[in-house]
C-alpha cells in the first residue's frame, strides 16, 4: 500500500513538472514576442488599430507554432521509446546472453553479492515483459511517456502563449494613440515579466530575485531594440 502511494505521488510530481514547463516556455514568449512587436510597431505608426490587427496575428500565428512544436517534441519522444523497447525486444529474445550480463552489471554496480546478483537475474528474466522494462528503466533511464502527452503539451504551450501575448496587447485595444497605449503596456508587461521571472526561478531553485530582475531585462531589451530599429527606419 505505501509503495502505490508513493507511485501516484510520483507520478503526479512528473505531471505537474510537465505541465510548469509547458507554461514557461508558452508565457515567456508569448510575454516577449508580442511585447516586442507592438513596441517595435509604435515607433512606426501612430494609429493602435494596425498594432492591434498585427498583434493578435502574431499571437495566433506564434501559438500554433509553440504549440504545435511542443507536440512534435511529444510524439517525439514517444516515437523514440517505442524505437527501443523494439530494440529492447529484439535483443532479449536474440542476444539472451548479453542482456544477462548487462543485468547482472546493474546489480553488481548497486552493490549487491554476486549470489544475489544471479537470482534476481534469474528472478527478472523469467517475464520478457518486465525485463525489457527493467532494461528501459535502469539501463537506458527511459520512462515510457505519456500517450497524451504530446496533445497536452500542444495545448498548454499554445494557450500559455495566448495568455502571455494578450498582455503587452491589452492597452492597444484601449487607447488610441499608439505610443501613449505603448507606455502602459511597458508598465503591464514588465510587472508580469519579473512575476513570472520570480516564481520560474523559485521553482527552477534559481535566486528568485536575480531570476526576476533578468527575465525582466531581456523583455526589456527586446521591446526596446524592436522601437528602435522601428525608429530608425521611419527616420
Known amino acids: 500500500m505505501d509503495t502505490h502511494l508513493h507511485h501516484d505521488h510520483t507520478e503526479e510530481h512528473l505531471k505537474s513538472s510537465d505541465l510548469l514547463r509547458d507554461v514557461v516556455i508558452g508565457m515567456s514568449d ?6 516586442a512587436l507592438a513596441a517595435g510597431l509604435s515607433g512606426a505608426v501612430a494609429s493602435s488599430h494596425i498594432i492591434v490587427i498585427a498583434g493578435i496575428a502574431e499571437i495566433a500565428a506564434g501559438s500554433i507554432a509553440m504549440g504545435l512544436g511542443g507536440y512534435l517534441a511529444g510524439k517525439t519522444e514517444q516515437d523514440h521509446y517505442n524505437s527501443e523497447v523494439k530494440r529492447e525486444y529484439h535483443e532479449v529474445e536474440n542476444l539472451r546472453d548479453r542482456e544477462i550480463a548487462e543485468t547482472k552489471e546493474f546489480f553488481a554496480n548497486i552493490g549487491l553479492s554476486e549470489e544475489i546478483q544471479n537470482k534476481a537475474t534469474d528472478e527478472i528474466s523469467q517475464d520478457k515483459d518486465r525485463w525489457v522494462d527493467f532494461m528501459m528503466k535502469y539501463e537506458l533511464g527511459l520512462e515510457k511517456p505519456d500517450p497524451k502527452r504530446a496533445t497536452n503539451s500542444a495545448l498548454n504551450i499554445g494557450l ?18 499608439s505610443l501613449q497605449a505603448l507606455e502602459y503596456s511597458i508598465v503591464a508587461t514588465l510587472v508580469c515579466l519579473f512575476v513570472f ?23 526589456a531589451a527586446a ?4 522601437f528602435g530599429v522601428a525608429r530608425l527606419f521611419e527616420h
Open 30 to 35: 508569448g510575454l516577449t514576442v508580442p511585447f
Open 160 to 177: 500559455s502563449y495566448i495568455a502571455g501575448g494578450i498582455i503587452p496587447l491589452s492597452p492597444y485595444f484601449f487607447i488610441d494613440n
Open 197 to 219: 521571472g520570480y516564481f520560474k526561478s523559485k521553482i527552477t531553485g534559481i535566486n528568485p530575485w536575480l531570476g526576476a530582475i533578468r527575465v525582466m531585462l531581456i523583455g
Open 223 to 226: 521591446a526596446a531594440a524592436a
